[in-house]
Structures are given as C-alpha cells and as structure tokens.
C-alpha cells in the first residue's frame, strides 16, 4: 500500500507520531537537524509532498517514505517516516541544503 499523504498529515495533528530513539537521542538538534516540534508543526502546517515511498521494498521493517516540506521560516525539510508502523514512526529527519 502506497504511502498516504493526508494520514501522515493527520497523524501529526492528533500529535499520535512518534520518533525512533535514535533520532531523539543521537539525531535530534545534532548536526543541524530539526527538532521534534519542528517537525511536527512542519507536518501539520505545511505545504507536504512525497518525494518517494519504498513501499517496504528496502527495509523489513516496514514500508518508508520521504516526505518533504517547509518550517515556518522556510527551511525546506526532508522528513522518513514508516506509515505502516501504528502509531507511524519519524525515522529520520534533516534539512536539505538549498541545492537539494
């Protein structure tokens, strides 16, 4: 099953995603990545597309997309998310550069 954008988005409203370990304990803030409200608010505000979706092909644990969007100043925002987990998983997160 193809990812669904308007249920990551919904997800993010009801505040029901949730973030791997070890991006909230290696990953977060460190190296120039967006926080966890940061990327909420991305989510639930923005302007979203899927960039790509694996659809479980790469990883067994389960299917990932990358959903792209922008902060609310504007950084563009690449966000991993597995949309099969129940609640969906923040996998990883970073800002791309403005060639990217």
């Not at 909230?24 to 989510?43: A, V």
Request: proline content about 3%.
């Amino acid at each position: 099953m193809p990812a669904d954008l308007e249920a990551i988005v919904a997800a993010a409203r009801r505040g029901t995603l949730e973030f791997t370990d070890h991006y909230i304990h290696e990953r977060e803030g460190q190296g120039d990545r967006p926080t966890t409200d940061e990327i909420q608010r991305s989510l639930r505000e923005g302007e979203l597309t899927i960039a790509s979706d694996d659809l479980g092909a790469r990883d067994d644990r389960g299917a990932v997309c990358e959903v792209r969007c922008r902060s609310r100043s504007g950084r563009r925002m690449a966000v991993r998310i597995n949309y099969e987990k129940s609640p969906m998983l923040v996998v990883t997160a970073y800002w791309m550069s403005r060639d990217g």
